[in-house]
């Protein structure tokens, strides 16, 4: 894929843990309509298991090589994302203040999480309960392209990736770039890199992104290739996947 291809090195990292991941987790199982989330999906915060595994993914980070280390950080705006990213580049010597190989980071709305439109805080039983015709057109579309009134759809998350991987082409020919972001943008990123089908991305999407999880791909020459996904080496203690957001 243009843009993406230009890059010497593309890693990926989901938020770690969040208060959000917390309550998707206390409703699973039980016949709640509702993820019991009261802030907005912008504000969510992470949660102290969140704060940690970000700090451990900064150590991660602080153990590349030279020629491994990200020269740019991107992150979506959301709360848990861009707190996920101070922590962790704080971790590294090369995010130091006045360090001669600092790393920038900044923020790019295009990374956001996907909208859930009217669904928004609704679990699946609150979804078929509350907006039955809905459900329905799901399952006669399929997840990959059935848009929620209001919200997105996986094919829309494509669009707006292949924008801002557009983008980063002009921005940092030959770089390094840390992207800090959303399960859905982790996964819709691997369907973009690896030219994958309908069928196997949601195959892949099946097993869930961790929090604060470490997925990298190098330039072999010709275009960037998967060194490895979803890697939860780095962390500690395992700790749980976490469901929306």
């Not at 995010?95 to 669904?119: C, F, K, N, T």
Request: aromatic content about 6%; some cysteine.
């Amino acid at each position: 894929m243009a843009g993406v291809n230009a890059l010497q090195q593309l890693t990926l990292t989901r938020h770690g843990e969040s208060t959000g991941n917390l309550a998707w987790q206390a409703v699973q199982g039980t016949d709640a309509e509702e993820s019991g989330i009261t802030e907005r999906d912008a504000d969510v915060p992470l949660s102290d298991t969140g704060r940690e595994q970000a700090a451990a993914l900064g150590r991660r980070l602080a153990a590349l090589p030279d020629h491994e280390r990200p020269t740019l950080a991107v992150a979506s705006p959301f709360r848990r994302t861009v707190d996920t990213a101070r922590i962790a580049l704080a971790q590294t010597p090369y995010a130091a203040p006045g360090a001669s190989d600092g790393v920038r980071l900044r923020v790019d709305e295009r990374l956001r999480d996907r909208d859930q439109g009217i669904m928004e805080g609704l679990t699946p039983l609150g979804m078929r309960r509350r907006h039955p015709d809905e459900a329905a057109r799901l399952r006669r579309l399929g997840k990959f392209y059935y848009r929620p009134p209001g919200g997105e759809s996986w094919a829309d998350l494509a669009l707006r990736l292949r924008s801002f991987y557009r983008d980063l082409e002009a921005e940092a020919p030959g770089g390094r770039v840390l992207v800090v972001t959303h399960d859905a943008i982790v996964v819709m990123t691997r369907y973009l890199v690896e030219n994958l089908t309908e069928h196997e991305v949601l195959e892949i999407e099946k097993e869930p992104v961790a929090n604060a999880s470490f997925s990298c791909w190098q330039h072999n020459g010709s275009e960037l290739q998967a060194i490895c996904y979803n890697d939860r080496g780095h962390l500690l203690t395992s700790s749980p996947l976490g469901g929306r957001p």
